[in-house]
């Protein structure tokens, strides 16, 4: 205890002490001392004496001086420690004196100021109620004031509104302008924001681009709600100027009105919630007031949602198969697979009754390894001239364990690779080239056969196309039900195309003659669709391929013997 | 020195008699001036009844600013940004916010005030509202 400087003991570099000897000799005072006692930074020499420096101290004044030696007195005499709290004479502010001994010969005096503490604990409290990014109120704050707000009981037509507000594509913003100029939005988001609220609302960041605001109103002014609601979108929809680019987003506002939608903190907002995924669901950039529909709806997807996790434990999935014929022997030459989920009470159904789901809860992939698994076991039993076609989806694509899952399904079946053909759509090809084509090399040296299909829909350019491994191309269903001159020229050159660097062509969704005729006369030989073969179950294979192997010699009959 | 431009159009949300209508017209022009001036900014404004089109040109800051605050008025609704950016010199350097009433559209020969065209193809549209706009407040001058 030599130095006249306190050493960087403690966080707290305000802290004000001092140890003086059984015979008042300051030995040692803390840096913060003369701030606390409001006198001059040398006036607590070494060796001074204790008195007359508290005598000096202009925040003592004579009667806390007095008791302040009383009670020093009092711990010499007894051995003990002691306190005293006292006013500041300077600014009122409560101080507190903790008298404790050091060893046998020394003391240590500390002084608090409770004033500052509890400041400090107010801005501690502050900062943890506080959005430190746009300075509102967030989810704790939120939650805490909504919580009370609803505690009070409204009575007559007193109602109070809870909106739910999500922006739009703020991640997209994110991601391409960085997250400099995505805080920037946010902050001019919640400045957009106040300027539609009142004093007595309650605005809110809940986190991420989450906001929210409750406000007090009533069963008369359902009007006013619809316009909050309305200028919200209409304004946070809006262009946003950020260091000179032009950003846009939208938002979508999901309102519940306690008490009708809820009395408490919990279902409140759990109405409020379903509103807002309904109108993220409608399209966005709207808003939605809850209705109690919502709520069915959320529990049969909640029903739904527990039967497809369950779904491939049970073994409900089936597979069923859409023959692929030529256009002109009529002759199968493939079967593609399609997922069927024969569900205990909603009967069978098709993809698009649960895939969005399914993608939603991350199913989609351990479906898709299923499928394959299944279909290759259940090809290696068919006639050996007909090919297995499985589409994979673009989660699987991007899980990284397609290649792998191809490899696993052809070695557990004995699945001879060069019948199976594996179709991705022209986006999956489009998302993320360098990954892709990796991919497609993968498959490819695996020895099966690779399809794109829905072509004609994502503007794939035919230059592009050449960079890619395939073997044939499945023209999207559209290019065949539209009538317009545009789509068959399309159909034509995508033909014409195919032919031109050796890979098949294939168009799906045949329903009528006329199509037909018209596919034909433009060069197509591969189809797909109702008209030539309808999807089979599983149990229909059988037949279909005793019906395929009558045309077959029919065929090979009616056929002029080659030369 | 360049300055950051940036040139919109908007839907017209003033609702009442032509005379209150001028009155808000006014009262957005006075605020816009004033404002405009302290904030070193210039620019004009067009307005054909139905819809708005307007030009701010200065410090990014300040346009920024300013752009932000006219996102928040509810007297126009659908705005469409034609262009925003840096431009080698001001088009109004003479006005804080250069008023082109739609009286003096006549004037303007081959030209006529129809936005429709800027909300449909926003892209293209920029210069030639600026350069409209430069005619109509070089003819009212």
């Not at chain 1, 946003?240 to 506002?253: C, D, P, R, T, Y």
């Not at chain 1, 991705?424 to 794109?452: C, F, P, Q, W």
């Amino acid at each position: 205890m030599s130095g006249r400087e306190a050493p960087p003991m403690s966080a707290r570099p305000a802290e004000a002490f001092l140890i003086c000897s059984n015979e008042f000799h300051i030995v040692y005072y803390s840096k913060g001392l003369a701030p606390m006692l409001h006198i001059p930074q040398g006036a607590a020499a070494l060796n001074s004496l204790l008195l007359p420096l508290l005598a000096s101290s202009p925040v003592i004044d004579d009667i806390g001086y007095a008791a302040i030696v009383a009670r020093f007195n009092q711990a010499m005499l007894a051995q003990a420690e002691a306190s005293h709290d006292f006013l500041s004479a300077v600014d009122h502010q409560p101080i507190h004196l903790q008298i404790q001994r050091v060893g046998e010969t020394h003391w240590i005096l500390s002084f608090e100021d409770l004033g500052a503490r509890r400041e400090a604990e107010n801005d501690v409290a502050k900062l943890a109620f506080t959005d430190a990014l746009t300075g509102l109120g967030n989810r704790l704050r939120f939650r805490q004031s909504l919580a009370l707000a609803l505690s009070e009981k409204m009575v007559g037509t007193r109602r109070l509104a809870l909106l739910l507000i999500d922006l739009d594509r703020f991640k997209a913003v994110n991601d391409t302008l960085g997250h400099p100029v995505g805080d920037q939005l946010l902050r001019k988001v919640s400045e957009r924001l106040q300027t539609v609220i009142r004093q007595k609302d309650m605005l809110a960041r809940l986190g991420g681009d989450e906001f929210a605001v409750w406000i007090p109103t009533s069963v008369e002014d359902s009007d006013g709600l619809t316009r909050l609601g309305a200028r919200i979108v209409d304004l946070l929809g809006r262009p946003f100027l950020i260091e000179g680019q032009q950003v846009n987003i939208g938002a979508s506002v999901g309102i519940a009105v306690a008490p009708p939608d809820g009395s408490d903190y919990e279902s409140l907002t759990k109405s409020a919630d379903l509103a807002l995924y309904s109108a993220k669901a409608a399209g966005r950039n709207l808003f939605h007031f809850f209705d109690s529909a919502m709520e069915r709806r959320a529990q049969d997807r909640r029903r739904l949602e527990l039967d497809l996790r369950r779904a491939l434990t049970l073994r409900q999935f089936e597979i069923h198969y859409r023959p692929q014929v030529d256009v002109e022997s009529r002759s199968l030459f493939g079967l593609e697979a399609l997922l069927r989920w024969q569900h205990p009470e909603r009967g069978l159904l098709d993809p698009s009754q649960f895939i969005t789901l399914a993608e939603e809860i991350a199913l989609v992939v351990p479906i898709g390894r299923w499928m394959l698994e299944a279909a290759c076991r259940q090809a290696v039993s068919w006639p050996a001239d007909i090919k297995l076609v499985v589409a994979v989806s673009t989660p699987q694509f991007a899980s990284g364990s397609l290649v792998d899952s191809v490899k696993q399904s052809l070695s557990a079946s004995k699945l001879d690779p060069a019948r199976l053909e594996i179709e991705i759509t022209e986006r999956v090809l489009l998302s993320n080239e360098t990954n892709v084509v990796k991919t497609l090399y993968e498959l490819r040296a695996v020895g099966i056969r690779i399809g794109i299909s829905n072509f004609g829909t994502g503007y794939a350019s035919l230059t592009k196309l050449d960079s890619f491994p395939f073997d044939r191309i499945k023209m999207d269903t559209s290019l065949v039900e539209d009538e317009a001159a545009s789509h068959r020229a399309i159909l034509s050159a995508v033909v014409a195309f195919g032919a031109s660097l050796g890979v098949s062509t294939m168009v799906d969704g045949i329903r009528t003659q006329e199509q037909l005729a018209k596919l034909r006369a433009d060069g197509g030989r591969a189809v797909q669709g109702f008209l030539l073969a309808p999807t089979v179950s599983p149990v229909e294979l059988g037949e279909l391929f005793k019906q395929a192997e009558g045309a077959a010699s029919r065929n090979t009959r009616e056929t002029e013997p080659p030369l | 020195m360049g300055v950051y431009q940036i040139v919109y159009c908007s839907k017209n949300r003033i609702a009442g008699s032509p005379e209150e209508v001028d009155a808000a017209i006014n009262s957005i022009l006075s605020t816009a001036r004033s404002k405009n001036k302290q904030a070193d900014i210039s620019g004009a404004l067009l307005f054909n009844g139905v819809a708005f089109a307007q030009v701010l040109e200065g410090p990014l800051d300040a346009v920024e600013n300013i752009f932000e605050h006219i996102q928040c008025d509810t007297r126009h609704s659908d705005v469409v940004v034609l262009r925003n950016g840096e431009s080698p010199f001001r088009v109004f350097s003479d006005w804080s916010m250069a008023y082109a009433d739609p009286a003096a559209v006549g004037n303007i020969p081959n030209s006529k005030i129809d936005l429709d065209e800027a909300f449909e193809n926003p892209a293209t549209s920029g210069s030639r509202i600026v350069s409209l706009l430069e005619q109509l407040v070089a003819a009212a001058a």
